[in-house]
């Protein structure tokens, strides 16, 4: 069974920093891309940013220059790095994997992390 484990959400003043980390387990064979989703009050889930396997980061406008995406291949592991936070930026954070498992290639979610950006 694949888990995704989030952790690093919390509650920063704006300006401030915060780094998301989300673990895969279980039993994977690979995984293609990784990325980032938000989901606000009210509001649609939309893309934060992804990476391929090899790299190759994209990012929504609204995070570009502020949010860095980076993954450990050997850890199974995606990383987002938030700088200069926004009160815009309030959200849960979900991580997401398409990842190659024994039974099939599907995508994966976290349960989510809460970031609460405050002015």
């Known amino acids: 069974q694949v888990q995704l484990v989030e952790s690093g959400g919390g509650l920063v003043q704006a300006g401030g920093s915060l780094r998301l980390s989300c673990a895969a387990s279980?039993?994977?064979?690979?995984?293609?891309?990784m990325g980032w989703y938000r989901q606000a009050p009210g509001k649609q889930r939309e893309l934060v940013a992804s990476i391929g396997s090899g790299g190759s980061p994209k990012y929504a406008d609204s995070v570009k220059g502020r949010f860095t995406i980076s993954r450990d291949n050997a850890k199974n592991t995606v990383y987002l790095q938030m700088n200069s936070l926004k009160p815009e930026d309030t959200a849960v954070y979900y991580c997401?994997?398409?990842?190659?498992?024994?039974?099939?290639?599907?995508?994966?979610w976290g349960q989510g992390t809460q970031v609460t950006v405050s002015s």
């Open positions: 997401n994997a398409d990842l190659l498992t024994v039974a099939a290639r599907r995508d994966y």
């Open positions: 279980g039993s994977i064979f690979s995984i293609s891309a």
